[in-house]
């Protein structure tokens, strides 16, 4: 499977800002949708933002107004810059591949290993 190696995650204080990004295979990376996920221990993995491939994005009301998705096909990466965060984004934060019809994810259940996000005083 292509990886996806993503990097950014560290400690934070509430209200403070993180800007993560996913690396990714420039040879496919411009012909697919891209979403990060993220997943807390003991809770469901859930889809915090998504970007097609002409720029089209959506976002998970929890995170709406505070996250943006973008994507640089020269460089082969999307980001999530995180503002205003809040101690319930604490999380791994995982990118992948995704449906843009469903939002569902693609490339089976292999998930990498993520990036660390903890938002704490």
């Known amino acids: 499977q292509v990886q996806l190696v993503e990097s950014g995650g560290g400690l934070v204080q509430p209200g403070g800002s993180l800007r993560l990004s996913c690396a990714a295979s420039?040879?496919?990376?411009?012909?697919?949708?891209m979403g990060w996920y993220r997943q807390a221990p003991g809770k469901q993995r859930e889809l915090v933002a998504a970007?097609?491939?002409?720029?089209?994005?959506k976002y998970a009301d929890s995170v709406k107004g505070r996250f943006t998705i973008s994507r640089d096909n020269a460089k082969a990466t999307v980001y999530l810059q995180m503002n205003s965060l809040k101690p319930e984004d604490t999380a791994v934060y995982y990118c992948k591949w995704l449906n843009w019809g469903n939002l569902s994810p693609l490339g089976g259940d292999y998930w990498g290993q993520g990036t660390q996000v903890t938002v704490s005083s």
């Open positions: 420039r040879s496919i990376f411009s012909f697919n949708a």
């Open positions: 970007i097609s491939t002409v720029g089209s994005v």
